[in-house]
């Protein structure tokens, strides 16, 4: 099975970033989280990112806030999927998706919401689930439970409005 890194630009990330962790975990995929910097570790991150098919990866998830580069920079160092996970800050999250969703052409990161951590990481399993038939039996089950649940949701409702 194919692992998943999650790298932060800093630690601060960490409450967004634990959201792909349990998510993950749910799922039972193996993944690494790592703090490395666009910034202040640039040689680190290309060398993890260049590295990372070889090390066993299938998708690498990026959080950061402000200017967000690191998605982009990891993107640019490797041909795995890249999913990007704007923080919010003090400008609402509103700069760091902006800097996560405007790649060059030919260097792309799938961009999920603002602090959106657990999308990315069902985005990751989905994408592991075209070439794993355990993780696409997963997937399938987790959408079959929340159909489910919704519809219980509708069915109370409609009865308590009867």
Known sequence: MKKIAIIMGSDSDLPVVSKAADTL???GIPFTMRVLSAHRTPEQVRLFSAGAE???YGVIICAAGMAAHLAGAVAAATTLPVIG????GKLGGLDSLLSTVQMPSGIPVATVAVDGAANAAYLAAQILALSDPEINAK???FRAQAETA???KDAALCARNQ
Request: proline share 6%; aromatic share 6%.
């Open 25 to 27: 975990k749910k799922f």
């Open 54 to 56: 070889k090390d066993g």
């Open 85 to 88: 996970i704007p923080v919010s």
């Open 139 to 141: 997937v399938k089950e």
């Open 150 to 152: 919704v519809l219980e």
